[in-house]
T-cell receptor, first 110, second 115 residues
C-alpha cells in the first residue's frame, strides 16, 4: 500500500527549516528517502530500519517511529540546492517491494 | 564507481508499436528494478530481479510488458503493443541487496512518449 506524504508542497526561504512526513497504514520494516530534481533520476538520501533510529546526511536528518508507522525528514537551514521533490519509499514486513509515496515538492527561494 | 546505465534517453513511438529499453546496473549489484514514473507521481515498481530470478512482477501488465535479466547482469524491458497510457519515464535501479540497509541507485531513465 502506498505511503501518504505530507505536505504535498512547501515553499521556503533560504535558511528556513522544513519537515516532511511519511505515513503507512501497515507495519514498516524500513523507510528510504530520495530527492529528485526536475528531469533527473531520484537520488538516495538515507535509509532507516525499524528501531526508531535517527540518521543524518549533511543538514538533512530523518527519524523512524515504528509505533506510529511513520517517518519524518528534517531539513535544517535549507539551501537552494535542496529544491526538488522528496519521495519516501517503504518496505513493509514480509515484502521485498519498495513502494513510493506521491512526493513532496520543496522549493527554496533566495 | 560507474552508475546505472540506461538507453535510450528518449523514445517517441506510435500506439500499437513496440519498444525496448536497456539497463546495465552497477557491477556487483544483485538486485535490479524497473520502475514506471508518470509525470507528477512517485515511481511505481514494475518488476524486481534478484540475480536473474524474478522477485516481484505483480504490477507488470504481462499482456503487453515483458522483462528479462540475462546472466544476472543487463536487463531489457519491452512493451508490445504500446498504449497511450504507457507514456512515462522508465527508471532502472540497482541495489546490493533489496531488503537490507542498502539504498537504490537509479539510472537517468528513458522518457517514452506514445502518440
Amino acid at each position: 500500500q502506498q505511503p501518504v506524504q505530507s505536505p504535498q508542497a512547501v515553499i521556503l526561504r533560504e535558511g528556513e527549516d522544513a519537515v516532511i512526513n511519511c505515513s503507512s497504514s501497515k507495519a514498516l520494516y524500513s523507510v528510504h528517502w530520495y530527492r529528485q530534481k526536475h528531469g533527473e533520476a531520484p537520488v538516495f538520501l538515507m535509509i532507516l530500519l525499524k528501531g526508531g533510529e535517527q540518521k543524518g546526511h549533511e543538514k538533512i536528518s530523518a527519524s523512524f517511529n515504528e509505533k506510529k508507522q511513520q517517518s519524518s525528514l528534517y531539513l535544517t537551514a535549507s539551501q537552494l540546492s535542496y529544491s526538488g521533490t522528496y519521495f519516501c519509499g517503504i518496505l513493509q514486513g514480509g515484502s521485498e517491494k519498495l513502494v513510493f509515496g506521491k512526493g513532496t515538492k520543496l522549493t527554496v527561494n533566495p | 564507481e560507474a552508475g546505472v546505465a540506461q538507453s535510450p534517453r528518449y523514445k517517441i513511438i506510435e500506439k500499437r508499436q513496440s519498444v525496448a529499453f536497456w539497463c546495465n546496473p552497477i557491477s556487483g549489484h544483485a538486485t535490479l528494478y524497473w520502475y514506471q514514473q508518470i509525470l507528477g507521481q512517485g515511481p511505481k515498481l514494475l518488476i524486481q530481479f534478484q540475480n536473474n530470478g524474478v522477485v516481484d512482477d505483480s504490477q507488470l501488465p504481462k499482456d503487453r510488458f515483458s522483462a528479462e535479466r540475462l546472466k544476472g547482469v543487463d536487463s531489457t524491458l519491452k512493451i508490445q503493443p504500446a498504449k497511450l497510457e504507457d507514456s512515462a519515464v522508465y527508471l532502472c535501479a540497482s541495489s546490493l541487496d533489496g531488503v537490507s540497509g542498502y539504498g537504490y541507485t537509479f539510472g537517468s531513465g528513458t522518457r517514452l512518449t506514445v502518440v
